[in-house]
């Protein structure tokens, strides 16, 4: 009796409170280094109760998808390549928060938290992972080549999301529909050490076309601080990314507050649609994973580092402290919405390993958008497949 009288207490408790949340509060966030700005974004930002729900609720699926992805991997149920967000976040929700849907983006192959916030849903992302059917890309395109409408996917190519962003907001220009393109790139962008250190040079000749038209381009590098293993301090003279444009102007982002990248992206975006060009921004975040599922990440860097940056910088407990401290929500409130994202994830792992491999007769579908179909040849003279639009 005495336990149901608790619970009962708290229930009223819990609805008493929640009546008196905050609906709006105003935070102090970190000022961005700013190249070739006269000033920057605003510093003092307000945040309202739905928009923190929605943020928290965001980045706890896309914690939550990784480290079901992670489980999935070393149950060989994901097979190839698989490279995780957990710890960046604030990065993809932060960017979203100042763009439409009708914008567009482009990435590269640490991709599956922006197929979410693009609008793929956790099971087709799950699916795809899995090489099922129902998966977004119909289980052909795996962890680095995932689509939405306005989302043109992984990029497994280190560097070439940047030129071909650059020529998705080449058409808003054309087109004038007051559109544009962030275009994601890691620190690994500059520095891929696939078999060698080498400097990007697509990226610079990209950077050049993009001031000389003027295009709608927000370059975001995601510097999580390693390439695929080598730090960039041992990698770059100048780790200044943001000022890598050289004549494009450019900010340095706290990437692990959502507030700051969100403050970052709105004054990105108004400087692109006033038709003042490109601007660069780095975002300075941090990967809890290795860089792909075939590295520990303890090589590099210490198991000491990576606590340290959970327990100081971590970008959900960031959030969540920020409306708990100014009652925008209640620990029993957001344990609920924890509950809530536990069961989608594992509803969507339930789907992706019962869901159907898609057949071989499709393997070669979707070659062309709205073309008659056509023959193409199998794995050896005699096999024939046919693709269909």
């Given at each position: 009796c005495l336990n149901l009288f608790q619970?009962?207490?708290?229930?009223i408790m819990s609805a008493r409170t929640f009546t008196d949340f905050t609906t709006r509060a105003t935070f102090e966030i970190k000022k961005c280094d700013?190249?070739?700005?006269?000033?920057g974004p605003a510093t003092q930002v307000v945040l309202t109760r739905d928009e923190g729900l929605q943020y928290y609720r965001t980045m706890q699926v896309m914690r939550r998808m990784e480290l079901k992805a992670d489980q999935l991997y070393k149950q060989k149920m994901i097979r190839g390549f698989c490279h995780l967000y957990d710890g960046q976040e604030a990065c993809a929700v932060g960017l979203e928060a100042s763009i439409n849907l009708s914008d567009h983006l482009i990435t590269a192959y640490r991709v599956h938290g922006y197929t979410y916030t693009r609008g793929g849903t956790v099971k087709e992302i799950m699916a795809e992972l899995t090489g099922r059917r129902g998966g977004i890309a119909k289980g052909k395109g795996g962890s680095m080549h995932m689509y939405c409408k306005t989302f043109y996917g992984g990029n497994g190519i280190i560097g070439a999301q940047v030129p071909l962003g650059a020529g998705v907001a080449l058409a808003c220009n054309y087109l004038g529909n007051n559109e544009l393109c962030v275009c994601l790139y890691g620190d690994g962008a500059y520095l891929s050490n696939i078999l060698v250190y080498i400097q990007q040079g697509q990226i610079f000749e990209t950077y050049n076309m993009a001031a000389l038209w003027k295009l709608p381009v927000i370059f975001v590098c995601?510097?999580?601080?390693?390439a695929m293993g080598t730090s960039v301090e041992r990698a770059a003279a100048s780790t200044d990314y943001y000022k890598r444009g050289e004549f494009i102007p450019g900010l340095r982002v706290d990437g692990m507050d959502v507030l700051c990248v969100r403050e970052a992206t709105r004054f990105a975006a108004d400087h692109c649609r006033s038709g003042k060009g490109p601007i660069l921004m780095e975002l300075q975040t941090y990967r809890y994973h290795g860089h792909s599922m075939s590295d520990p990440g303890l090589s590099y860097r210490t198991r000491e580092e990576i606590r340290e940056v959970r327990s100081k910088s971590d970008p959900i407990a960031m959030l969540k402290d920020h409306m708990l401290s100014h009652n925008m929500a209640s620990v029993e409130e957001l344990k609920g919405i924890d509950v809530e994202v536990r069961k989608e994830i594992e509803d969507a792992a339930q789907f992706a390993t019962?869901?159907?491999e898609p057949p071989l007769e499709e393997l070669c579908n979707h070659i062309f958008y709205n073309e008659p179909p056509f023959e193409v040849r199998g794995t050896n003279l005699w096999t024939k497949l046919k693709s269909l639009s």
């Amino acid at each position: 009796c005495l336990n149901l009288f608790q619970q009962g207490a708290a229930l009223i408790m819990s609805a008493r409170t929640f009546t008196d949340f905050t609906t709006r509060a105003t935070f102090e966030i970190k000022k961005c280094d700013l190249f070739l700005l006269d000033e920057g974004p605003a510093t003092q930002v307000v945040l309202t109760r739905d928009e923190g729900l929605q943020y928290y609720r965001t980045m706890q699926v896309m914690r939550r998808m990784e480290l079901k992805a992670d489980q999935l991997y070393k149950q060989k149920m994901i097979r190839g390549f698989c490279h995780l967000y957990d710890g960046q976040e604030a990065c993809a929700v932060g960017l979203e928060a100042s763009i439409n849907l009708s914008d567009h983006l482009i990435t590269a192959y640490r991709v599956h938290g922006y197929t979410y916030t693009r609008g793929g849903t956790v099971k087709e992302i799950m699916a795809e992972l899995t090489g099922r059917r129902g998966g977004i890309a119909k289980g052909k395109g795996g962890s680095m080549h995932m689509y939405c409408k306005t989302f043109y996917g992984g990029n497994g190519i280190i560097g070439a999301q940047v030129p071909l962003g650059a020529g998705v907001a080449l058409a808003c220009n054309y087109l004038g529909n007051n559109e544009l393109c962030v275009c994601l790139y890691g620190d690994g962008a500059y520095l891929s050490n696939i078999l060698v250190y080498i400097q990007q040079g697509q990226i610079f000749e990209t950077y050049n076309m993009a001031a000389l038209w003027k295009l709608p381009v927000i370059f975001v590098c995601e510097n999580n601080r390693y390439a695929m293993g080598t730090s960039v301090e041992r990698a770059a003279a100048s780790t200044d990314y943001y000022k890598r444009g050289e004549f494009i102007p450019g900010l340095r982002v706290d990437g692990m507050d959502v507030l700051c990248v969100r403050e970052a992206t709105r004054f990105a975006a108004d400087h692109c649609r006033s038709g003042k060009g490109p601007i660069l921004m780095e975002l300075q975040t941090y990967r809890y994973h290795g860089h792909s599922m075939s590295d520990p990440g303890l090589s590099y860097r210490t198991r000491e580092e990576i606590r340290e940056v959970r327990s100081k910088s971590d970008p959900i407990a960031m959030l969540k402290d920020h409306m708990l401290s100014h009652n925008m929500a209640s620990v029993e409130e957001l344990k609920g919405i924890d509950v809530e994202v536990r069961k989608e994830i594992e509803d969507a792992a339930q789907f992706a390993t019962t869901d159907p491999e898609p057949p071989l007769e499709e393997l070669c579908n979707h070659i062309f958008y709205n073309e008659p179909p056509f023959e193409v040849r199998g794995t050896n003279l005699w096999t024939k497949l046919k693709s269909l639009s």
